[in-house]
């Protein structure tokens, strides 16, 4: 039998650049033993359905689709967008790859091959090294950098879907991706709910609902479900789509800070792929550790949660696709490393930082009120 041409630090690699997360040890096992060279490590990372849902994801976003850039690169090459000009130019080819109807998996190959060289952007900008991630200064060039980037002052505004509500409930999400991304789906979900064990009449708040899967599961299970979304569709979407509901959604059109004047207490406060939106991620578990009930749990789910940013947290993603939303659509994108989070919670006023790892799903992250 030949030797392995790839090693697990590999497998780790792959899963950064396909997935945007870490591995863990199940994974890293699993492929080994499956696969028998570097080829079918790439095929199986990048034909599971994991990857296809992001890839369909960045499609309902609207992220257009675009063709092969037409500078040479090669597979261990990434193409680095050291200035503004090039930055506008590598939206602009994205765009215009759109107009020509150009493959998604093209596009989303354009995305992975380029990176922001945050080493030129932050030496135009001013960047200074600040050792407390906790404090003031730090959070404030945080958000100064990512203005720079994204070339706007930041509003929660920005940030969401803008839908037409009656053709997004002909084309709910993640049906219409196809079985392969709703299969993947809803296996997170079902380890989502393996985590949590909801109760009927438990109150769930979801921060940053979208367009309203789990708002709609929860109060279908009988949980009295209160939802914060800052984009007008996505509530219009969430009411429609939780008509029939015994327990029907109380809905914030709002930014994350408005639950602090809400008069209830949760004992789910649930984030999907949202937390890292936020623009004052220590106010905000500041606000949360005040209303959760004293068994409550908070819940990190679909997060960009990882061990190896070169920083704390903040604007720490230079992948293309995170590089789009920022000055394309105007939306945070900040990344957390673990080591930062588990020391955040706990000076917020949680504790019991725990990390769920699955085999298949991206890790969920849950913590309770001290």
Not at 284 to 301: R, Y
Request: with cysteine.
């Amino acid at each position: 039998m030949s030797a392995k041409n790839f090693t697990k630090d590999d497998i780790r690699k792959v899963y950064r650049h396909l997935l945007g997360r870490e591995s863990d040890d199940a994974a890293e096992e699993h492929h080994f033993n499956k696969c028998s060279s570097l080829a079918d490590l790439l095929e199986s990372v990048f034909l599971s359905p994991e990857c296809q849902l992001r890839m369909e994801r960045a499609k309902s976003q609207n992220e257009k689709l675009i063709s092969e850039p037409t500078q040479k690169k090669t597979s261990k090459t990434k193409i680095m967008i050291r200035t503004f000009a090039e930055y506008d130019n590598f939206i602009r080819e994205f765009e215009d790859s759109y107009n020509n109807k150009k493959s998604h998996a093209e596009g989303m190959s354009f995305l992975w091959a380029h990176e922001l060289d945050f080493a030129s952007f932050m030496k135009q900008f001013g960047f200074k090294s600040i050792p407390d991630p906790f404090s003031c200064d730090y959070i404030k060039q945080e958000l100064a950098y990512f203005e720079y980037l994204s070339g706007r002052k930041y509003s929660h505004k920005n940030e969401g879907l803008f839908l037409d509500v009656s053709q997004s409930l002909k084309l709910l999400s993640p049906y219409a991706q196809g079985y392969e991304a709703t299969t993947y789906y809803w296996k997170s979900v079902i380890n989502l709910l393996h985590v949590m064990k909801p109760l009927c009449g438990e109150r769930v708040v979801e921060m940053g609902s979208g367009t309203g899967n789990l708002v709609e599961l929860f109060s279908r299970l009988n949980c009295r479900v209160t939802a914060v979304e800052a984009n007008a569709s996505c509530c219009d979407l969430i009411k429609a789509r939780c008509s029939a509901s015994t327990f029907a959604p109380k809905i914030y059109c709002e930014s994350f800070n408005i639950i602090e004047n809400d008069e209830d207490v949760f004992d789910y406060i649930l984030f999907e792929s949202s937390f890292h939106h936020c623009d004052d991620p220590v106010k905000l578990l500041e606000i949360l550790s005040g209303k959760i009930s004293k068994k409550g749990k908070i819940i990190l789910f679909n997060e960009p949660i990882l061990p190896s940013f070169s920083r704390p947290w903040g604007v720490v993603r230079p992948d293309g696709e995170s590089a789009l939303q920022i000055r394309q659509k105007g939306w945070i994108e900040y990344g957390f490393r673990e080591d930062y989070l588990s020391e955040l919670l706990q000076r917020t006023g949680w504790s019991n930082f725990q990390k769920h790892a699955f085999p298949d799903t991206q890790p969920i992250y849950t913590a309770i009120k001290i």
